[in-house]
């Protein structure tokens, strides 16, 4: 995949959205494709985490166990707390159809974002957004009414 088509994918997911193309030319560079089959684990709950996944087609399962906690798909992205800390991961990741991802390791990262906070506020939205949407979840599970 060239930079370019990179560049285009990732200003189309939420967490680049508001980034500069040229800023996005740093991302692309550092992220590198992986091609999994359908039903293989990509990482474990409790291993140890330093990258996140950008989904460029496919759908991955995150789940514990047999919970599934979600499907993610096309333009979306997991694994991203160990792009920021290095603690083991909170959930495990299979692929439920053949993907094709690129990976983006924290030590790349830290550099990039070095010099470019916005691509760090640009995660720190998403995370927030997802805190919220499992408060949301977690309230309706407590008070169903």
Known sequence: MLIIEKVLLLKNSEIFFNCKESDLVEVASICREDYIDAGVTIFNKGDAGNCMYFIYSGKVSIHDQRHQLAELSDNE???ELSLLDSEARSASATT??????????????????????????????????????QDRITIERIYPF
């Open 77 to 79: 992205i997991f694994g």
């Open 96 to 133: 439920v159809t053949d993907c094709i991802l690129l990976k983006i390791e924290q030590e790349h990262f830290y550099d990039v974002i070095a010099t470019n906070t916005d691509i760090l506020k640009g995660i720190m939205r998403t995370l927030c957004k997802r805190l919220r949407e």
